[in-house]
């Protein structure tokens, strides 16, 4: 059995500096369990001179250790070290992940801790099987494009999967012979402290993965101004992105890798095959996680002839869902992450209704949580094109349902004038696949499915509002790389 007692928890009491837990000083930051809303400890809330500790001795420590310079096999060996001791520490790590989180421990310790070391494992892999390249120049030269590490990458994660968001940004970064200095959410800030201690206990100099704990405002923003932070990766919010990429514009130049919002479409063809097996993937794509994903999959567009029949589905699927603790090993459906964000989804759909859509399933919380919020999964049909409920990303169980006749009709109401992370095709045609492959514009077009797989090989990353680069993928390591141009006369 994987349940577990919450309130006998051991938590990190601070930043994580050379090795070293640092407790901070100033203001605390309470932490509450989502589940229940219960108080469960607090951080410190980094200043400016906290986060320039941290950055200076990063790059002290990658400096001395000779990080960045150690052959590449030696960095791999390192990574993988690391990656067996996440898995052989799961269950701790798992509960540290799931007592502050949205995420159940049935799901972090199957899941999301397995995703976490299989990435820093790929990673590993990468240290030596990439490099710059030897360019056509006259006879009497030698042209070479030669890659070295940026030095300190600033990194910042989000609350929705705290650990696995982290090894997108931590397994490429040290695996290309960076430091890093990261900041998690304010929300979920204890199990990355442990990640990073294991990657200590693998034999990472200290120093080389410091984190640092804080809001946005104050220690986001200090770790992103740091002059000696030579690159930034951050998943959150399009505003949020928005705002770091004009700080780091206007703080030393540097480049950015943003994982942005979304407010993905899956559209439905009459021809995608077995209804059943179409709504269960539906659902998952727009329920997992309580639907606190960035790539949910929110906007149902659906072809006329089927959407009755696969509503019908959708709506015994909504209301066969049960709320739990996450530190309950039957948990399986997440609770919403505070009272902020419970509020902005339950405004928008009500919002939506008020406007004239019909509520089919859902549109409240679970009763009896106590204090946690679960929102049952919601269902709104005949919404507008311009319903809050379309448009904004509402980071909950919500799904709007909108029909279509024709395909240019249904490629129309897929498309979406900000976002462009990840979209759903269903259907059996595969031509039909490919055009509405070719004109969605986003990131990551998923065809008979609807989520990531354990492949890591393929990137991702979203196209306008939703984001700039690639996390994953060769692409993701090559980021974390600057290349300098060398030509030589002999």
């Known amino acids: ?34 589940s229940d809303g219960q108080f469960l400890g607090d951080i410190p809330d980094a200043d400016a001179a906290l986060v320039d500790l941290a950055v200076t001795n990063a790059h002290q420590s990658w400096r001395e250790s000779g990080w960045g ?33 949205t995420r159940p421990i049935y799901d972090v310790v199957n899941h999301e801790i397995p995703f976490t070391a299989e990435a820093i494992r790929f990673y590993a892999e990468c240290c ?22 940026y030095g300190v990458i600033g990194a910042i994660t989000p609350w929705n999967f705290p ?41 990472l100099p200290a120093g080389v993965l410091n984190i640092v704990q804080g809001r946005g405002v104050s220690c986001g923003s200090a770790l992103v101004n740091n002059p000696l932070v030579r690159k930034v990766s951050f998943t959150g919010s399009t505003a949020t992105g928005a705002q770091i990429m004009s700080q780091a514009a206007l703080n030393g130049m540097k480049p950015v890798t943003l994982e942005l919002g979304g407010k993905s479409p899956q559209l439905v063809f009459d021809d995608a095959g077995d209804l059943e097996t179409v709504a269960a993937r539906i659902f998952r794509g727009f329920t997992a996680n309580g639907g606190q994903a960035c790539v949910a999959g929110t906007r149902l567009v659906v072809q006329s002839g089927i959407a009755e029949a696969l509503t019908g589905k959708l709506i015994e699927l909504c209301e066969s869902v049960e709320p739990g603790n996450t530190w ?26 008020d406007e004239g859509a019909q509520l089919l399933a859902g549109g409240e919380f679970f009763p009896d949580t106590q204090q946690g919020y679960f929102f049952k999964p919601t ?19 919500v799904l709007t349902i909108q029909t279509f006749d024709s395909e240019e009709q249904g490629l129309a109401l897929a498309s979406h004038p900000l976002y462009g992370l990840a979209a759903g095709v269903h259907t059996l045609n595969i031509e039909r696949a490919m055009r509405a492959m070719r004109r969605l514009a986003a990131g990551t077009v998923w065809i008979n499915r609807y989520g990531r797989s354990g492949d890591f090989i393929i990137p991702t990353g979203g196209f306008n509002g939703s984001g700039i680069g690639k996390d994953l993928g060769r692409q993701a390591f090559e980021a974390c790389l600057r290349y300098k141009s060398v030509l030589i006369d002999f």
């Open 1 to 34: 059995m994987l349940s577990f007692d919450p309130e006998k928890v051991p938590l990190p009491a601070g930043h994580l500096i050379g090795g070293k837990i640092h407790v901070g000083h100033g203001e605390r930051i309470s932490v509450n369990r989502p």
């Open 69 to 101: 310079t150690r052959s590449p096999r030696e960095r791999a060996r390192v990574l993988r070290r690391w990656a067996d001791l996440i898995e052989a520490n799961a269950e701790s790590l798992g509960r540290l992940e799931a007592v502050s989180s």
């Open 128 to 149: 030596d099987k990439y490099s710059g390249d030897v360019l056509p120049t006259r006879d009497s030269s030698l042209g070479m494009l030669v890659p070295e590490p």
């Open 163 to 203: 650990l696995s968001m982290a090894s997108w940004k931590l397994g490429p970064a040290l695996a290309a012979g960076n430091a890093v200095v990261l900041k998690p959410s304010e929300l979920t800030p204890f199990s990355s402290v442990m990640l990073a201690e294991l990657a200590i206990e693998a034999g």
């Open 328 to 353: 309950q090993s039957a948990c399986r459906y997440a609770p919403i992450i505070d009272a902020r964000q419970a509020k902005k989804i339950q405004s928008i759909v009500q919002t939506a209704i």
């Open 379 to 397: 269902l709104l049909a005949g919404v507008g094109a311009d319903s809050a409920a379309v448009q904004e990303e509402i980071f909950g169980p």
